[in-house]
Every structure is written in C-alpha cells, then in structure tokens.
C-alpha cells in the first residue's frame, strides 16, 4: 500500500474551536453556486426573513439567546411558514426532506436549528467564553476551479464549525485527503434538484458515501448525535432523489416537510404572456426596459444560451443601455464579481442564463424577462421566484416572450395551474417518496 505522505494525513474532527492545520467540520452544507459559498448566508441574508424578538413564538422554539441577537441586530420579520414547519422537527434531530417555493425563507429554516445545535455542543465545552459575539460559529467557503494548495489552504481557517462546498471541491478535499466526515455531525443538499442532476450525482453520492448517515429518527435517549443528522431542501425534488438517497439512508425515516405553497405559482407576482414572432422580441425588450422606471427596481433577463445572452449584450450596449451579463462559460470568480455588482445596485439590468434562477438572493428585482422562455415548467418555477422573495419591497412582475409552439403548450398549463390554483403538472415528485425495499 502506498504511504500518504504526513502533510497530507487527514486530521479527524476536534474539539471545537481547536487548532489543527486540517480539520473538518461540525455542519456541512452543500451549494452548486460558487457565488452563494462566497457570501455566508448565516451573516449576509439581504431578505428580512426571520424572526421578530416580540413575537411569543420565537422563545417557544428554544433557539439559542446567541442567535435570538444575532437576528435582532438584523432587524428581522416575522418567521416563514417553511420557518415555522421546519425548525422545530430539526431542533430534535430529525433528517428531513424539506421542500417549500422559492424565496420563502429555506436557508434560514434550515440554519437556525442546526446551528442552534451547534451552539449547544459548543457550550459543552471550556469554549463557551468564543460565543460571547452573538452567534460565533466561525464559517469557511469551499471552492473549486484551482490547484490543490488553495483547496488546502481554504481549510487552514481556525476553528471552522460550518464548511459549505461545492460538490467537486469537497470531492477533491476528500479524494486528497485533506478532509474527513467521520463525525460531521450535520449535513445539509441545498437546492436538491440541482445538486441531482447528471453533473453533480457522482459527486454527491461520492461525499455521502464518507459520511456516518443515520435515518435520522432519535432514539430512546434522544437524537442519534453520533452520526449525521440530513436535511436536503429545494423549492422542488426531482425523480429518483428517494432512490439516491436510500442508498445510504434510511429515508422512510425522514420527515417530510412542505409548505401549500410548494410548486405552485406565487399568487402576488404578476404574470404576463406575449406571443409574438422571434424576430419582434428584441423590440418589445427595448420598450419594456424603456418603460421600465429608474426607481422601479432591477431586472433580470433570461436566455437559454450563453450565446443568447452574449449577443443580446452587444445589442443593448449599441442602445446604451447600462447591464451586466452572467452565464456558465465564465469563470467562478467572474460570476461572483458580477453578481455582487448587481446586487449592491451598481448596474440595474442583468442579462443570464439559469444560473441566476436558484439560490441567490434576488430580493431586489421587480421584474423578471423572459427573453427566451424557459425549457421546463421546473425553471418556469425558478425564474419566477426571482420577484416577489421574502425581503422584497414590491411584488414584482414577469414578462414571457412566447414564439414556439413548444412554448405555446407550456403556458396552457402554467395559465391552468394558475387559474385552478394548483401546482404545476409534472413535479410532484412527492417528499414521502421512499425507494424499494431490499430483499
């Protein structure tokens, strides 16, 4: 057997708060947005989501006092329903599938209770006196897209309790090495839809394979600590997750959470459908962004293509007309650049692909183009969930530009669901599905 060299020996998870050089952490959380890794959302979540400290039910929940701080000083709201659905099953240790429609609050159902129990764990200790800074749990990004010593060196940080990574960062961390999950303690698949599809499945099922997973039901002495507690969220769940999943958990244990909202359309988002001919789109785009206010908020364009959104940037920058442009052929630390330049409100317009449709904060946009319409109902959903976000100041509109006939048999059903009040067909790819029993 070939010797590991000592510098690349893996270090097993320590007291909290130590020291090593290599460490692991207590709460991982897995993102496909390089973007999302960069801003923390424990610290930086621009929606007021929370919890308001006058409100009787947040001292019911038994959140940590450190936490019940931190969300003052960030001035907080009234909890969600995916809120008040999810943090008391995870406070006493359940795993859980947890879906709910976007913008309505998911990080944060899911955050609060893990690191309320985190903050328990550490209280344990003689390392009580770190959390004297409201909520002081300290939180490292994990990202890919360079060479091994910077993957190393993004591990070094002191005292690292939450690590979130992208799939392949945390695969090339474990492959190398320079991670162990022998007693993670918390895991948690954000955007689960995503993070199933083709090109990060062998991935994940490679990092869930490291982990010590439990079905997550507690025992007669109350939750399982010693493996890892599960949460997979999304504002949908594709088909087959159960059948991953169970591979490795039991997920007829889980509990199945989900808001009345879930794969519905968002009632207050104002909803608009043009046919026209492809050669009449680009027109109504420049009307539309013409009769668009300076104050009415910012605006996301989508196409389908890299390529779309490429020309459509040369044209509108012919009109002189102020955008930023986002898609997947750039590199990681471009997109985080140009997404954080649309966010402080230095450019109002973005034009992307989907990668700006899940798991960034769009709280400020108020209108949603769809220059391009989207392939799915599964991404109709997405785009959609851009405006009107938790946090949002208006409700915000969607305009859909229809030429296909393709197109045409989608807006029949997005118009149907509407109308009855129902969720989108096609997506119910149910929480309490469970994979076959083994014989």
């Not at 530009?401 to 118009?415: A, C, Y």
């Amino acid at each position: 057997m070939e010797k590991v060299p000592q510098e690349a020996k893996p270090t097993p998870l320590l007291p909290f708060f130590s020291n090593p050089v290599l460490r692991l952490p207590h709460l991982l959380l897995f993102h496909t947005s390089q973007r999302r890794i960069g801003k923390v959302p424990t610290l930086t979540m621009g929606a007021r989501m929370f919890f308001p400290l006058k409100h009787s039910g947040v001292f019911t929940m038994g959140l940590q006092p450190a936490l019940l701080t931190a969300l003052q000083s960030l001035e907080v709201g009234r909890p969600t329903a995916v809120q008040r659905l999810a943090i008391p099953t995870l406070l006493r240790g359940r795993s859980a599938l947890c879906a709910a429609e976007t913008g309505s609050g998911k990080t944060l159902a899911y955050l609060l209770p893990l690191l309320d129990r985190l903050l328990l764990a550490a209280q344990v200790g003689a390392v009580a006196a770190a959390l004297c800074r409201p909520a002081g749990l300290r939180v490292r990004g994990l990202t890919g897209g360079g060479a091994a010593g910077g993957l190393r060196r993004q591990l070094r940080a002191p005292g690292v309790a939450v690590l979130l990574g992208t799939p392949g960062a945390l695969r090339d961390a474990l492959r190398r090495r320079f991670l162990t999950l022998g007693r993670l303690r918390w895991m948690v698949l954000d955007e689960a839809d995503t993070l199933m599809d083709e090109s990060f499945a062998a991935p994940i099922e490679e990092i869930l394979a490291h982990a010590p997973l439990t079905a997550g039901a507690p025992g007669p002495a109350g939750p399982r600590e010693e493996r890892t507690q599960v949460v997979v969220v999304g504002a949908t769940f594709p088909a087959g997750l159960s059948q991953v999943l169970g591979r490795f958990v039991d997920v007829g244990c889980f509990a199945s959470l989900a808001t009345q909202g879930l794969h519905r359309l968002p009632p207050h988002v104002q909803q608009k459908f043009i046919r026209l001919k492809g050669q009449d789109k680009l027109p109504e785009l420049l009307q539309l962004l013409k009769d668009h206010p300076a104050a009415g908020g910012a605006v996301i364009i989508f196409c389908n293509s890299a390529s779309t959104v490429n020309w459509l940037g040369y044209i509108l920058d012919d009109h002189k007309i102020k955008h930023l442009r986002l898609q997947g052929q750039m590199s990681a630390v471009a997109r985080a650049g140009i997404f954080a330049s649309f966010q402080k409100g230095d450019v109002s317009v973005l034009v992307c692909t989907d990668l700006a449709s899940r798991g960034l904060d769009t709280s400020s946009v108020q209108l949603v183009v769809n220059y391009d319409f989207p392939d799915t109902l599964q991404d109709y959903l997405h785009r959609v969930g851009r405006v009107g976000r938790v946090g949002s100041k208006t409700p915000g509109a969607v305009v859909s530009f229809v030429t296909h006939r393709w197109d045409v048999d989608l807006v029949r059903k997005i118009e149907t669901a509407a109308r009855k009040r129902t969720g989108l067909p096609g997506m119910d790819c149910s929480v309490n599905e469970h994979p076959p029993k083994a014989d």
